[in-house]
């Protein structure tokens, strides 16, 4: 869009003055960052020096779709586990399925969620969904704030631009106390955020920042690894600290990685002791083949005609890579033979949101690069996906002492609190040779033109 456009433009241009050229006050920003713990592992997670800008209007559109299809999402869910051939689907562990499939701690099916969104002008798709430890929910705001306080991002509003955040803190808040209440609780819960033992007490962890959000609020909360946990006469404690919450960001083959079944969480888990955000039935969410479930005609043929319409404007279509035949539209079509020969227009990903494997997207690949690509994902679960055909975008980077013009790949995340979206994160990914690596989050500001 025009608006956006100038918006960049005229930001850029700002850098180029011999106050903001002189680097001293980015050097001020990442000092401040790692003030509020905004880390990860001592690495700064935003090395960026300017915001990401959305317009209302983008915003607008990208809310409405992304809560319908969250409400979309929920039935799809609701499907795959009243039926185990389609659960099969979304290659489970035999363990996480037997805890999705457990009494549920509340109505809704996720709690606190993030959408995959990429935006180009005034179309976007929605590829992605992350319900079983979505990352950001508590770094956004502080980052925001801190953007929203430069020299530089005051003089770029002056006399021309309104540039707000988008939603805030106290909503992650208000879903997880509904969540609560809607669990049977009563009084002010006590909250535990659970992190896997190797990140607890780690510098910087988003846990952290997550436990001062409820603390400030009036509710008691610590983070805790499983290790520390306990489950006697029906309450689960970590030492003195007894537990009505837990705030889950551990993954269930985590958890199984170290213990059984057996375990005092899991147990307290499955004797409804405990109200845990999100439940694991947000595992289902964890598999990006939970979108082959959306773009399948035969899972969604009895779907409402709305529900059909929007998955079809926005969700690309989607199959986890095998040797199998399989629809593509109105055709059948042998997959990875179809794969190969469409390589520029199919994206491959991995199938679990926290795999550390790369995406391979084929336009960018020359066709042996892609032919070895497609190999790969038939031996480890990999979905392709149609490609949105979003170009990159010029963000300016500082690291090491140095400010760099880098073409980025932009994913704009939708912050979904019980359906509603009340948050937007952006996440920059560099590109080498069609292989996409996570570079660096950038908080997202909403932009308005003032009229003049």
């Not at 799809?76 to 689907?89: D, G, M, S, T, V």
């Not at 990685?257 to 964890?286: G, I, M, T, W």
């Not at 990999?382 to 979003?390: H, I, T």
């Amino acid at each position: 869009m025009a608006q956006l456009g100038d918006a960049v433009a005229r930001y850029h241009k700002l850098l180029e003055q011999d106050c903001y050229r002189e680097l001293a006050w980015a050097d001020e920003l990442q000092e401040r960052m790692r003030e509020r713990h905004l880390t990860d592992a001592g690495r700064l997670l935003s090395p960026v020096l300017r915001p990401q800008f959305i317009s209302r209007r983008q915003f607008d559109s990208l809310s409405r779709a992304a809560e319908h299809l969250i409400a979309i999402l929920d039935q799809i869910e609701a499907l795959a586990l009243a039926c185990p051939p389609l659960l099969n689907r979304l290659q489970m562990l035999p363990a996480e399925k037997m805890l999705a499939s457990a009494p549920r701690c509340y109505s809704r099916l996720n709690v606190t969620s993030r959408m995959d969104a990429n935006v180009e002008n005034g179309s976007f798709s929605l590829s992605g969904f992350d319900a079983s430890r979505p990352a950001g929910l508590a770094h956004w705001e502080p980052l925001a704030d801190l953007f929203l306080d430069l020299a530089i991002v005051k003089e770029f509003k002056r006399g021309r631009y309104k540039l707000s955040k988008i939603g805030g803190a106290k909503h992650l808040l208000a879903a997880t106390l509904a969540a609560w209440r809607d669990f049977g609780g009563r009084h002010h819960p006590r909250i535990a955020i659970l992190e896997a033992a190797q990140s607890f007490g780690s510098n910087g962890t988003e846990g952290g920042l997550l436990a001062d959000i409820f603390n400030q609020a009036g509710c008691r909360s610590r983070v805790v690894s499983p290790d520390e946990l306990e489950y006697r006469n029906g309450k689960l404690s970590a030492g003195d600290f007894q537990i009505d919450i837990v705030f889950r960001r551990v993954l269930t083959r985590e958890l199984l990685v170290h213990c059984d079944l057996s375990h005092p969480f899991l147990l307290a888990y499955r004797d409804r002791a405990v109200c845990v955000v999100n439940d694991f039935r947000s595992e289902l969410a964890q598999r990006r083949v939970l979108f082959e479930l959306l773009t399948d005609d035969a899972v969604t043929a009895r779907f409402p005609a709305a529900d059909r319409k929007l998955i079809r404007s926005f969700v690309p279509w989607t199959r986890l890579m095998a040797q199998r035949k399989t629809k593509y539209k109105d055709q059948q079509v042998d997959l990875p033979e179809f794969v190969l020969r469409g390589r520029e227009q199919f994206v491959l990903r991995p199938n679990d949101h926290e795999c550390d494997q790369r995406a391979f997207v084929g336009a960018e690949m020359s066709p042996p690069a892609w032919d070895r690509a497609v190999r790969l994902a038939l031996r480890t679960p990999y979905v392709v996906q149609e490609r949105f055909s979003s170009g990159p975008e010029t963000f300016p980077i500082y690291q090491y002492g140095e400010l760099q013009m880098k073409p980025v790949e932009v994913w704009v995340h939708p912050h979904v609190y019980n359906g509603k979206v009340q948050g937007v994160s952006a996440a920059l990914q560099s590109r080498c040779g069609g292989c996409s690596t996570p570079l660096a989050l950038a908080p997202v500001l909403l932009l308005d033109s003032i009229s003049r």
